[in-house]
């Protein structure tokens, strides 16, 4: 009994309550957001559209562009749609935060795919074409501002790093069957009953049945000899 309070006890210091971790993963999520929404200010406000700055090369530059469309500008005319699916994944993740309260590594997934989900949807939502365009057949198309760009790679943004990193780890956490409460998914059957610690043996009667000849034999071992005073007895007589 008090080894399994210890264990619990650990598991308890070890992992985050459902309260913490909502904390962490809102926390996580605003700061995302935050550094997300900053960088793209920055950009703008030091940036001509198309400009290139070298931080590190020929590794890394800082690349003003203006995406429409997905990586690579993949599906330039259909921005709703991607604007719809991270109405849906920012939804879904939400919804699934609710069973957060037994793994930090959830609970930073979580919090990373929805601040990176909400940066990149601000400007589908905040920027031009959608709030200065046609009106409601414009809105929520406006276009990602990405900056970091790096050889043979598409150009992207902090956003765009945290829903990577995110989407990475949570695969991984499925694939080892981490669920979000902390406990894993095994394919182990359970194991069989153990049978009850050993004590002495007894014997077991066998089944009452017609008696033999072998049942009638007395074993000359099993005879007790006369004691003393039988013995006086029988000269006495």
């Not at 995302?32 to 001509?48: I, P, R, S, Y």
């Not at 699934?96 to 795919?113: A, D, M, Q």
């Not at 939502?125 to 970091?148: A, C, K, L, W, Y």
């Amino acid at each position: 009994m008090s080894k399994q309070l210890s264990e619990d006890h650990q598991r308890s210091t070890r992992n985050p309550s459902r309260r913490t971790a909502l904390i962490v993963a809102a926390a996580l999520a605003v700061f995302a957001w935050a550094a997300d929404q900053l960088t793209k200010v920055w950009v703008e406000t030091t940036m001509t559209l198309g400009e290139q700055t070298e931080v590190l090369p020929p590794v890394l530059y800082w690349r003003y562009h203006l995406n429409p469309g997905a990586a690579f500008s993949m599906g330039t005319d259909y921005t709703w749609i991607f604007t719809l699916i991270m109405i849906v994944v920012l939804g879904y993740v939400g919804f699934k935060s609710r069973e957060l309260g037994g793994s930090w590594l959830w609970t930073l997934g979580l919090g990373g795919l929805a601040g990176g989900v909400a940066g990149n949807l601000t400007d589908r939502i905040f920027r031009d074409p959608s709030m200065n365009g046609e009106g409601i057949s414009t809105f929520g198309q406006g276009h990602v501002v990405d900056f970091i760009a790096v050889p043979n790679f598409a150009i992207f943004n902090i956003a765009d790093s945290f829903i990577v990193c995110s989407i990475i780890g949570i695969c991984t956490m499925m694939l080892f069957g981490l669920n979000l409460d902390g406990t894993r998914e095994t394919n182990e059957t359970p194991a069989a009953a153990e049978p009850e610690a050993a004590g002495p043996e007894t014997a077991v009667p066998e089944a009452a049945g017609p008696e033999t000849a072998e049942s009638k034999t007395v074993n000359p071992t099993t005879v007790k000899p006369k004691t003393a005073n039988t013995d006086a007895a029988e000269t006495d007589t």
